[in-house]
T-cell receptor
Framework: DTGVSQNPRHKITKRGQNVTFRCDPI?????LYWYRQTLGQGPEFLTY????????KSRLLSDRFSAERPKGSFSTLEIQRTEQGDSAMYLC????????????FGPGTRLTVT | KNEVEQSPQNLTAQEGEFITINCSYS?????LHWLQQHPGGGIVSLFM???GKKKHGRLIATINIQEKHSSLHITASHPRDSAVYIC???????????FGQGTRLTINP
C-alpha cells in the first residue's frame, strides 16, 4: 500500500450540481478523517470515522454534505446542490488509532464550483 | 482568537539561513503535529510530538507543554524547503486536528 489516495484530484462543477469524492485510506488504518482547506487557510475538520462508524461531524458540515464509510475501508464525501462557497481542497487522512495516531494525508481533491 | 496560532505567516530567507517557525495553541492536546504542504496541496507529516524535542535530518521540532508553544527549526535551509508549514493540535481521544493558518516559507538561492 503506497498511502492514502483520493479521487478525483480535481473537479469542476456548476453551482447546483452534486459531487462525490472518494478516499482510500491506508489499508490497516481504522480511522479516517475529512478536512476542508480554503485558499490561504489551514485545513478545517469536517468529520471522522472509526471503522464504519461516523463518530463526529463539524458544524461546518451542513445538511448538503454527507459522508459514508460503509465497510470501514474507503469513504465517500458527497456534496449536494453545490454552492460557490464549497470551492476548496478536500483532504482525507487516515490513522491507526491506538497505535501511533499519526495521520497520513491524501493528495486532496480540489473542487471548483462555477 | 484562533485555537492554534502560527508566526510568522510569511517568511523569506536566503539559502543556508537558520529558520524558526512558531506555534502557540490554547486547546488541550495529546500531540502537536508539524506538517509540510507543497504547491498542489499534498500534505506530509513531519513530526508528531507530545513532549521535548524531535530531530529528523535538518529539521528539529520542540514543544513546551506548560507554555503551550512549539517551534519548528530548519538548519542550513535550502530552496527545496520552500513550502507551507502547518502546525496542528491533536486533541484527546478523537485526535481530530485543529490547524494553524500555516507559514509560507520561501528560501532564495
Amino acid at each position: 500500500d503506497t498511502g492514502v489516495s483520493q479521487n478525483p484530484r480535481h473537479k469542476i462543477t456548476k453551482r447546483g450540481q452534486n459531487v462525490t469524492f472518494r478516499c482510500d485510506p491506508i489499508s490497516e488504518h481504522n480511522r479516517l478523517y475529512w478536512y476542508r482547506q480554503t485558499l490561504g487557510q489551514g485545513p478545517e475538520f469536517l468529520t471522522y470515522f472509526q471503522n464504519e462508524a461516523q463518530l463526529e461531524k463539524s458544524r461546518l458540515l451542513s445538511d448538503r454534505f454527507s459522508a459514508e464509510r460503509p465497510k470501514g475501508s474507503f469513504s465517500t464525501l458527497e456534496i449536494q446542490r453545490t454552492e460557490q462557497g464549497d470551492s476548496a481542497m478536500y483532504l482525507c487522512a487516515s490513522s491507526s488509532w491506538g497505535v501511533t495516531d499519526e495521520q497520513y494525508f491524501g493528495p486532496g481533491t480540489r473542487l471548483t464550483v462555477t | 482568537k484562533n485555537e492554534v496560532e502560527q508566526s510568522p505567516q510569511n517568511l523569506t530567507a536566503q539559502e543556508g539561513e537558520f529558520i524558526t517557525i512558531n506555534c502557540s495553541y490554547s486547546v488541550g492536546i495529546s500531540a502537536l503535529h508539524w506538517l509540510q504542504q507543497h504547491p498542489g496541496g499534498g500534505i506530509v507529516s513531519l513530526f508528531m510530538l507530545s513532549s521535548g524535542k524531535k530531530k529528523h535530518g535538518r529539521l528539529i521540532a520542540t514543544i513546551n507543554i506548560q507554555e503551550k508553544h512549539s517551534s519548528l527549526h530548519i538548519t542550513a535551509s535550502h530552496p527545496r524547503d520552500s513550502a507551507v508549514y502547518i502546525c496542528a493540535a491533536g486533541g484527546q481521544g478523537a485526535q481530530k486536528l485543529v490547524f494553524g493558518q500555516g507559514t509560507r516559507l520561501t528560501i532564495n538561492p
